[in-house]
């Protein structure tokens, strides 16, 4: 699935994304970048990639509260791991956890030709959808189909205040938000969905759940997970089962795979889902050239995906 958003006041420039790509999350900020940067031991790489960790609790996703508990930690974490990776230019991708951005496909019976008007027109339809003012908050889309008197629009919303919180971390940084994508929506940049996918992005404190066949979006799901371990583990595996069916429902035959990228090993996620049936496959392998630091279990498929898009 490609150009997931258009150009509007939360995605990048015409003419491509950025490249480089910051993904900034609870446990820390993983940064990218293309051609010309480093590899730990001199050589040049075709990506690069740093970590710098966050102290627990300097980040708390939220869309009613301000995420930066510790905002000067989360500012010197995103100027490390970019200022490792070393990028050509000041602009940046930056991609945000999927709990902050809601994601929607909406059905018009037709759209005014100008993108500006779009956007008022699918800002008016998200006003009683989201816990959250509208008016003040970023807005994108995406036309997915088109005909003679429909179309099918993904949407993507973002609470003002929290969006200039990011955004405000990364010019203090030192460097310019060119994109703003929710994690998941920046991997399904690397998904081949020609005969449909199945995908999961777990995070330490949600799930997205998402299936694509070709250019459509037909599930896109978001998850707060409990705490409790059984607890978390009986959502993990009740938010596969239920895509898995909307897979099948859909596209009339099951899924052949799941693709995954998380903070759990792929190994961990296939046993807490309970279903040897399903093969897990990684959504985006971990890199094994152009680490420039340790790198943890995450989700690469952020970064590669917003990379992907790059000009």
């Known amino acids: 699935m490609r150009s997931i958003l258009k150009r509007t006041k939360f995605t990048a420039k015409s003419g491509g994304r950025p490249p480089a790509a910051v993904e900034i999350s609870p446990e820390g900020v993983l940064a990218a970048a293309l051609a010309g940067a480093r590899s730990r031991h001199g050589a040049d790489s075709a990506r690069a990639y740093a970590f710098a960790p966050l102290p627990e609790g300097a980040l708390v996703p939220a869309i009613d509260t301000p995420n930066f508990h510790a905002p000067d930690a989360v500012v010197s974490a995103i100027r490390s791991a970019?200022?490792?990776?070393?990028?050509?230019?000041?602009?940046?991708?930056?991609i945000l956890p999927d709990t902050l951005i809601r994601v929607f496909v909406l059905d018009f019976d037709s759209l005014p030709t100008k993108a500006t008007e779009v956007v008022s027109v699918v800002r008016f339809r998200l006003r009683k959808m989201v816990p959250f003012d509208v008016e003040p908050a970023g807005v994108s889309y995406q036309v997915l189909?088109?005909?003679?008197?429909?179309?099918?629009?993904?949407?993507?919303?973002?609470?003002?205040?929290?969006?200039?919180?990011?955004?405000?971390?990364?010019?203090?940084?030192?460097?310019?938000?060119g994109a703003v994508l929710s994690s998941t929506l920046a991997a399904l940049e690397?998904?081949?969905?020609?005969?449909?996918?199945?995908?999961?992005?777990?995070?330490?404190?949600?799930?997205?759940?998402?299936?694509?066949?070709?250019?459509?979006?037909?599930?896109y799901r978001t998850l707060d997970l409990p705490p409790d371990p059984t607890a978390r583990a009986a959502e993990i595996a009740r938010s596969i089962a239920v895509a898995s069916a909307y897979f099948e429902d859909k596209l009339g035959a099951p899924p052949e795979r799941l693709h995954y990228a998380g903070t759990q090993s792929p190994v961990e996620f296939a046993e807490s889902i309970g279903n040897p049936s399903l093969p897990i496959v990684e959504w985006a392998a971990r890199p094994e050239e152009g680490a420039l630091t340790s790198l943890p279990q995450t989700s690469f498929a952020g970064v590669q995906g917003a990379l992907a898009g790059a000009s």
């Open 190 to 219: 690397v998904a081949d969905s020609t005969h449909g996918v199945l995908a999961a992005s777990l995070g330490a404190r949600s799930i997205t759940t998402t299936v694509a066949s070709g250019n459509d979006l037909l599930l």
């Open 82 to 94: 970019l200022g490792e990776v070393a990028p050509h230019t000041r602009a940046v991708t930056l």
């Open 145 to 177: 189909s088109q005909g003679e008197s429909e179309y099918k629009v993904l949407a993507a919303v973002i609470p003002g205040p929290i969006l200039a919180e990011y955004e405000s971390a990364v010019r203090n940084a030192g460097y310019e938000p």
